[in-house]
């Protein structure tokens, strides 16, 4: 059974930082590209991050380059999304999604409401209050 399990969110001053982790197990972890995606209220879901879990290459959305910082655990099977000078904007639920396909998770990262890829978990909430 596939599973993507998402945790560290919580409430958090602006400025202040978080690190979410996305356990993944139930697939081969090496052969996918985990992406974040997160959803605020009365918003569309968008992409934050992602990495490829074969080369380590990463993508970042231009609203969190600089802030955010994502890697991966082979060994663990995690993958990390270290978020720091967290901004009120950031608050939202986060989800953590997996694709065999860079290039699916690519285009998800970018296309409205972020469809297509293959596993997604259940989310994480992220509140940081000004």
């Known amino acids: 059974e596939v599973q993507l399990q998402a945790s560290g969110g919580g409430l958090v001053q602006a400025g202040g930082s978080l690190r979410l982790s996305c356990a993944a197990s139930?697939?081969?972890?090496?052969?996918?590209?985990i992406g974040w995606f997160r959803q605020a209220p009365g918003k569309e879901r968008e992409g934050v991050s992602c990495?490829?879990?074969?080369?380590?290459?990463?993508y970042y959305a231009d609203s969190v380059k600089g802030r955010f910082t994502i890697s991966s655990d082979n060994a663990k099977n995690t993958v990390y999304l270290q978020m720091n000078s967290l901004k009120p904007e950031d608050t939202a639920v986060y989800y953590c999604?997996?694709?065999?396909?860079?290039?699916?998770?690519?285009?998800?990262?970018?296309?409205?409401?972020?469809?297509?890829?293959?596993?997604w978990g259940k989310g994480t909430q992220v509140t940081v209050s000004s």
């Open positions: 990495i490829s879990s074969s080369d380590g290459s990463t």
């Open positions: 999604a997996a694709d065999r396909s860079p290039i699916t998770t690519a285009q998800a990262m970018v296309v409205p409401g972020s469809y297509g890829m293959d596993y």
């Open positions: 139930g697939f081969t972890f090496d052969d996918y590209a």
